[in-house]
């Protein structure tokens, strides 16, 4: 059973066109992430929430926004995508009271064209 | 600067020989750690994870090994099978006060099983 899930799989979209990747969770965690992978790279947290609060990172770029509707649902949107942002999208939940790991989701594998 | 290391992208073994796999860190502030599995086209998988007050876990066919002082981890498997073949990704956080709930990566070490 999919804990952690990602919507689309896979996203095309083209060069400065605004494209939203979402993440739901039936783990009811406090904590949500978001992480940027690129090809042979270590997997880079962008920013997280904690509860409501959100924390992002000093050098994730403005570009890249999110928003958390509730415990369940989390967004990245990504303004205006460009080349260098072509990478898989990778969503990430935890319960910050009993932390054992993060569960992820499958990913979002975002094409800029 | 990256404060996790996995300095082999790739490795080969033979089913049934034990894999080992190593990672190293930087930052000392770092006291938790974990090892995901990720297969392709999928998201990273829990796999097992060591406290800094302990230096060996084990859990079945896995065991991570901790040296503090080196700031060094490993993980072996034995015995490999096919199915281990995977990227294995070695991450960390602290374990308590701010950002310990954080992990930061490694690069991963693409672990291929040879039947």
């Known amino acids: 059973d999919a804990m952690v899930i990602q919507n689309p799989r896979y996203q095309v979209t083209q060069f400065g066109k605004p494209v939203t990747l979402s993440c739901s969770q039936t783990?009811?965690?406090?904590?949500m992430y978001w992480y940027q992978q690129k090809s042979s790279q270590a997997p880079k947290l962008l920013f997280h929430y904690y509860d409501k609060d959100f924390n992002n990172e000093a050098d994730t770029p403005d570009n890249f926004q999110s928003r958390r509707p509730n415990t369940s649902f989390c967004f990245l949107d990504i303004r205006s995508p460009g080349l260098g942002d072509a990478a898989m999208y990778l969503c990430?939940?935890?319960?910050?009271?009993?932390?054992?790991?993060?569960?992820f989701g499958q990913g979002t594998r975002l094409t800029v064209v | 600067d990256q404060q996790v290391k996995q300095n082999s992208p790739s490795l080969s073994v033979q089913e049934g020989r034990i894999s080992i796999l190593n990672c190293d860190y930087t930052n000392s502030m770092f006291d938790y750690f974990l090892w995901y599995k990720k297969y392709p086209a999928e998201g990273p998988t829990f796999l097992i994870s060591?406290?800094?007050?302990?230096d060996k876990n084990e859990d079945g066919r896995f065991t991570v090994f901790l040296n503090k002082s080196a700031k060094h981890l490993s993980l072996h498997i034995v015995p490999s099978q096919p199915g281990d073949s995977a990227v294995y990704f070695c991450a960390a956080k602290r374990d308590s006060g701010a950002g310990s709930y954080q992990l930061t990566f490694g690069k991963g070490t693409k672990l291929s099983v040879i039947p």
């Open positions: 060591i406290s800094s007050i302990k």
């Open positions: 990430a939940t935890s319960n910050s009271i009993a932390w054992t790991e993060a569960f």
């Open positions: 783990l009811n965690h406090n904590v």
